[in-house]
C-alpha cells in the first residue's frame, strides 16, 4: 500500500482498477514541399475541429447546463484567432509539416498563459493545449482518444486531462479520476465537479503509468490516493463512503417537500433544460416545473430548421411528463454564440449585440410561427408557456403577440386544440427590459431574469472574453438591483418574476432573492435538492 497527496477538486470517494491515460506524444518535425497544400490541410483541420467542438457543446450544453459547455465556445474562437493561425503559417512557410507548427505554435501560447501572474489566467494554458492537440490529432488522422472503457468500475490516472476529455468521460464506468498535475481553477475540475465526478489533482510524478493495472482508492474530499489499499484502509473508505451516500440520501429525502423558508416564504423550484431526454435528471431530482426549456438546442442539433412536427412531438414530451406543471419553452435564441449554419446568417462585428433572438423571429416570422404552431398544440397536453428571450421593447411584445394571435387563428379554423389562455411571458435580459419593466408588465404573465445576459449587458462585459472574467462579477450591487427593480415591477402588476440563470442555484445569494421576494429558481436539475435544502434553513 503506498499513500499519495494531492488536492481535492470534486468531492467523493470512489475505488477501482486504474487505467492510466499517457500523453499527446510529440509531433515528428517534418520538411514538406507544398507549402501551399500543408496550409490547405490546416485550415480544412481547423474546421473539422470546429465542427467537433460544436458537437461537444451541443453534448456538454445538454448534460452539463450552459456556462459549462461556453468552454468549447472559447476553444472554437481560440481556432479562429488570427493571431494563433498566423503564426501557424509562418511556420508552415519555411517548409514544416502543419502537425508541427500546430504544436509549436500551441506551446508558444500556452507557455505565455502559464507565465502569469492570475491563477485563472495560467489555467488557459490547458485549453490552448486541449485545443492544438485536437487539430494534430486531426492531421495525423488519430482524431480524438476513445474515452469509454468498457463496463468495470475504472479509476482514471494521468499526467493531466484536458478539458474535452473530461467532459467525454463514460460515467457508468470512469468512478473518479486522479492526476500529477492541474489546478482548482481548471476547467477540468469545473466540469469534474458539475459531472459529480470525485477528482483530485496535482499529486506529482509519483503518480506515474505504473500504477496501470493496480488498484486506487481515492478521496475527493482530503486529496488522498491510495495506491493497493489494505483492508483497514478500504473498510475505512467504504464506511466514508457510506456517510457520504447518507448526505445523498438526505438530498434524496427532500423531494416531494414544499419549498419554503422557516418563516413560511414559499419558492417554485424549476428545471433548465435544454431536449426532452433531460427529462429523467429533472424527475430524478423533483422539480416543480420546467422554468427554462432552451427550444434553439432543436436547432442547433438539426441540418435543416427543425419541421413543426419534430418540434412538436418534443414539446409534447416534456409537458405531458411534466403532468400539469408549468413547462415554459424559450422561442429560438439563435445567434451570437449560438449559430446554425443554415439560419445563413451574416458575420458581425458585435453579434452579442446583433441580429439574434426576438430579432430574427420579428424579422422572419414564417420561421416564427412554424414555432409557435408546434408550442400552441403541445400547450393540448400539458401546461405551457411562450417565454420570449431578448426583449428591448414593449414594442417587441406588442409584435410578437400579435403573431402568437395569428397563429392562434390559423389553429382555430383548422379545428386543432390549444391552451387559448397559454401564459406569454419575458426574459429580462437587458438593462432596456429592466427600466421598462413597469410597460412591459402591463403587457405580459411572467418576468424571467437571464442572469448571464443581464451582467453582460449591465456591466458591458463581453461574456466570451476570458480577460474580463474579474470584471463580469454576477454578484455586483448594478446586477443586483436590476434584478430587484424587475421584480418589483413584476410584482405590482401582479405577475411572478423568476430567475432561469444559473445564478440561481449560488447559495451565497439565495436570502438576497428571497429579500427581493423572486417567485421562482430555474436551475440545473443537479442543484434543485441542494438548493431546496438552503430554502428550507433559510
Not at 442547433?300 to 427543425?306: A, C, K, N, R, Y
Not at 443554415?342 to 452579442?352: D, I, M, R, S, V
Not at 405590482?492 to 417567485?519: K, M, R, V, Y
Amino acid at each position: 500500500m503506498k499513500i499519495l497527496k494531492g488536492t481535492g477538486v470534486s468531492a467523493g470517494i470512489a475505488m477501482g482498477a486504474v487505467r492510466f491515460l499517457s500523453g499527446a506524444e510529440h509531433s515528428e518535425h517534418r520538411v514538406i514541399d507544398n507549402v501551399d497544400s500543408e496550409i490547405g490541410r490546416l485550415h480544412d483541420a481547423m474546421d473539422a475541429a470546429v465542427s467537433q467542438l460544436d458537437a461537444l457543446y451541443r453534448k456538454t450544453a445538454g448534460e452539463l447546463g450552459e456556462d459549462k459547455a461556453e468552454l468549447f465556445r472559447s476553444h472554437s474562437l481560440m481556432l479562429k484567432d488570427p493571431d494563433f493561425t498566423d503564426q501557424i503559417e509562418s511556420i508552415i512557410r519555411k517548409h514544416v509539416n502543419a502537425e508541427a507548427a500546430v504544436q509549436e505554435v500551441g506551446e508558444r501560447f500556452a507557455s505565455v498563459f502559464a507565465k502569469m501572474d492570475n491563477a485563472y489566467m495560467k489555467e488557459r494554458a490547458s485549453d490552448v493545449k486541449d485545443v492544438s492537440q485536437r487539430v494534430i490529432g486531426i492531421l495525423e488522422g488519430t482524431g480524438n482518444a476513445d474515452m469509454t472503457f468498457g463496463e468495470e468500475p475504472l479509476i482514471i490516472a494521468a499526467e493531466n486531462l484536458v478539458p474535452s476529455q473530461t467532459a467525454q468521460l463514460d460515467r457508468n464506468s470512469v468512478m473518479g479520476f486522479v492526476t500529477s498535475q492541474g489546478s482548482t481553477n481548471s476547467h477540468t475540475a469545473i466540469l469534474a465537479r458539475t459531472m459529480g465526478l470525485p477528482a483530485i489533482i496535482g499529486v506529482g510524478d509519483a503518480l506515474n503509468s505504473d500504477v496501470e493495472g493496480h488498484v486506487l482508492a481515492i478521496d475527493g474530499f482530503t486529496g488522498e490516493v491510495v495506491i493497493d489499499p489494505d483492508p483497514d484502509t478500504m473498510k475505512r473508505y467504504e464506511l466514508k463512503n457510506k456517510q457520504y451516500e447518507s448526505h445523498i440520501q438526505m438530498l434524496k429525502s427532500l423531494k416531494g417537500k414544499k419549498t419554503e423558508t422557516r418563516a413560511g416564504q414559499t419558492v417554485r423550484l424549476f428545471a433548465n433544460i435544454g431536449r426532452p431526454s433531460d427529462m429523467d435528471a429533472v424527475m430524478n431530482n423533483d422539480a416543480e416545473g420546467i422554468g427554462l426549456f432552451r427550444s434553439e438546442f432543436l436547432y442547433l442539433e438539426s441540418e435543416d430548421f427543425p419541421s413543426e412536427e419534430t418540434q412538436f412531438k418534443a414539446y409534447r414530451e416534456v409537458a405531458e411528463r411534466m403532468q400539469q406543471k408549468q413547462v415554459v419553452i424559450r422561442t429560438l435564441d439563435i445567434g451570437a454564440d449560438k449559430q446554425a449554419d443554415y439560419f445563413g446568417l451574416k458575420a458581425e462585428e458585435n453579434p452579442a449585440l446583433g441580429y439574434r433572438a426576438i430579432r430574427i423571429c420579428l424579422t422572419e416570422p414564417e420561421i416564427f410561427k412554424v414555432q409557435l404552431r408546434a408550442i400552441l398544440r403541445a400547450s393540448a397536453y400539458g401546461n405551457v408557456a411562450i417565454m420570449l428571450p431578448m426583449i428591448t421593447s414593449v414594442q417587441e411584445v406588442l409584435d410578437a403577440k400579435a403573431i402568437v394571435e395569428e397563429v392562434k387563428t390559423e389553429l382555430d379554423d383548422k379545428h386543432i386544440d390549444f391552451n387559448h389562455d397559454m401564459q406569454v411571458g419575458i426574459m429580462i435580459e437587458t438593462p432596456a427590459s429592466v427600466i421598462m419593466a413597469e410597460e412591459l408588465a402591463a403587457e405580459v404573465d411572467f418576468f424571467s431574469i437571464g442572469t448571464n445576459d443581464l451582467t453582460q449587458y449591465t456591466l458591458a462585459c463581453d461574456r466570451q472574453n476570458a480577460n474580463l472574467t474579474r470584471f463580469a462579477d454576477p454578484h455586483s450591487p448594478a446586477v443586483l438591483r436590476m434584478i430587484s427593480m424587475a421584480a418589483e415591477a413584476a410584482h405590482h402588476h401582479d405577475i411572478w418574476c423568476g430567475i432561469c440563470g444559473e445564478l440561481g442555484a449560488d447559495p451565497s445569494l439565495t436570502q438576497t432573492f428571497l429579500n427581493i421576494g423572486i417567485d421562482e429558481l430555474s436551475v440545473s436539475p443537479s442543484s434543485i435538492l441542494p438548493l431546496r435544502k438552503a430554502i428550507l434553513e433559510a
